[in-house]
């Protein structure tokens, strides 16, 4: 099974992802900032990270460079309410994750899950 983190602070958001990511068979888990997150990714090994963009203690780009250092096999979806562009030139290096505009519809996560999941390399595959 696929497992996925879901990263953002409010908590209507990581429930609704959850149950909608939960009935279609991934594993989720949840954090509500990104050290926590960070604790997460050490205990166990994800193949997604679904991250929101403006956080408390950092925002997503943050994350996801973090993320791409340490665990360069895990694939990042960035989200946000807010434009993109805002960040974008001062995070380059993470500008070739893709990134969805919430409000968003549950398939439109599903795809982009898909689209990730099915490019990973089979060495970059972790159960």
Partial sequence: MKKILVVDDQKNV???????LGRDGYVVDV????RTALIKLQ??????????????DTNGFVLATVIQEL???IKIILMSAYDFK????????????PK??????????RALIGNNISK???NEIRN
Avoid: W
């Fill in 14 to 20: 990581r429930t609704s992802i959850c149950i909608g």
């Fill in 31 to 34: 954090a509500s900032n990104a």
């Fill in 43 to 56: 205990e166990t090994n994800y193949d997604i990270v679904l991250a929101d963009v403006r956080m408390p």
């Fill in 71 to 73: 665990y360069p096999h």
């Fill in 86 to 97: 805002d960040y974008e030139m001062k995070y380059e290096g993470v500008q070739t994750c």
């Fill in 100 to 109: 969805l505009s919430k409000p968003f519809d549950m398939m439109e996560l």
């Fill in 120 to 122: 990973q390399k089979p």
